[in-house]
């Protein structure tokens, strides 16, 4: 049984960082490509980040490249997603996801395997 569990989500300032993790079991978490997306309340779920089996090939939304950055742990079966200077608009429920296609992409559906989601709240 294939299991994603996010945390590290919370409630920060604009301008803060958080790192948010995934562990994943179930699978040969090294032979997949990974992603996060986020959900804002009244939203679609949207592409945020992917990553090469890897690690070192990555794709970002133009929302947070330059401020996000997606890592993995292949020894650790562990995804991250370090966010720095967090703004409101970046209030979401995060996801942490499997693709088991051989190539990046942003769409949603092309994911199949997918966490509970944990809350990234950014209020002054």
């Known amino acids: 049984q294939v299991q994603l569990v996010e945390s590290g989500g919370g409630l920060v300032q604009p301008g803060d960082s958080l790192r948010l993790s995934c562990a994943v079991s179930?699978?040969?978490?090294?032979?997949?490509?990974m992603g996060w997306f986020r959900q804002a309340s009244g939203k679609e779920r949207e592409f945020v980040a992917a990553?090469?089996?890897?690690?070192?090939?990555?794709s970002y939304s133009n929302s947070v490249r330059g401020r996000f950055t997606i890592t993995r742990d292949n020894d650790k079966n562990t995804l991250y997603l370090q966010m720095n200077s967090l703004k409101p608009e970046d209030t979401a429920v995060y996801y942490c996801?499997?693709?088991?296609?051989?190539?990046?992409?942003?769409?949603?559906?092309?994911?199949?395997?997918w966490g509970q989601g944990t809350q990234v709240t950014v209020s002054s």
């Open positions: 996801a499997i693709t088991i296609r051989s190539y990046f992409s942003t769409a949603r559906s092309d994911y199949d395997y």
């Open positions: 179930g699978l040969t978490f090294s032979a997949y490509y």
């Open positions: 990553i090469h089996q890897n690690g070192r090939y990555t």
